[in-house]
């Protein structure tokens, strides 16, 4: 099936589409990572946990789901799979046993060392500075505050 060149102007163009790029680079940087996480035992989702914990230790479930945008359905499988490797522990609070601790373990923290080098090694493979990284991570982060705003 041979695709019809249309205007570039077409707002239904597959590539004028911001949501495409955001996807097809989700998907990039997903494989990207996922190479240099094997060698952690962490799925992309688990980094995340584990970066805001290594961030602060000690947090509930409901101010992780909050930093990463997950409900407590999506978070909790997570922080199961993550407990069982020894990588945190989960235990109730004492003021109010509704809300679970979420607290590294040795190995846990431990693993901050080996995961030092990922942000670089990205950084690399996307062949752009920290500076043009940061500010392109700005944009995105304005760019969903918008759209939180406007949903």
């Given at each position: 099936m041979?695709i019809?060149a249309?205007p570039?102007?077409?707002p239904?163009l597959?590539?004028n589409?911001?949501?495409f ?5 989700s ?16 799925t ?6 584990m ?5 602060g230790?000690?947090?509930?479930v ?11 359905a999506t978070?909790?499988?997570?922080l199961k799979?993550?407990?069982a490797?020894?990588?945190?522990e ?11 601790i979420?607290?590294l373990?040795?190995q846990?923290?431990e693993?901050?060392a080996q995961?030092e080098?990922i942000?670089?090694?990205?950084g690399?493979?996307a ?7 940061q500010?392109?991570a700005r944009?995105?982060?304005d760019l969903r505050?918008?759209?939180a705003?406007n949903?």
């Amino acid at each position: 099936m041979k695709i019809k060149a249309k205007p570039q102007t077409d707002p239904l163009l597959l590539d004028n589409q911001l949501c495409f790029a955001l996807y097809a680079t989700s998907l990039a940087m997903n494989k990207a990572y996922r190479k240099l996480l094997g060698r952690l035992g962490l799925t992309y989702p688990q980094y995340l946990v584990m970066l805001v914990l290594w961030e602060g230790d000690g947090l509930t479930v409901t101010d992780i789901g909050e930093r990463l945008f997950l409900d407590s359905a999506t978070l909790t499988p997570l922080l199961k799979r993550l407990e069982a490797a020894g990588l945190l522990e989960r235990t109730r609070a004492r003021e109010d046993e509704r809300q679970v601790i979420v607290s590294l373990t040795r190995q846990g923290r431990e693993l901050r060392a080996q995961a030092e080098g990922i942000p670089s090694a990205i950084g690399a493979a996307a062949q752009c500075s920290a500076q043009q990284a940061q500010e392109l991570a700005r944009l995105l982060h304005d760019l969903r505050g918008r759209l939180a705003e406007n949903g």
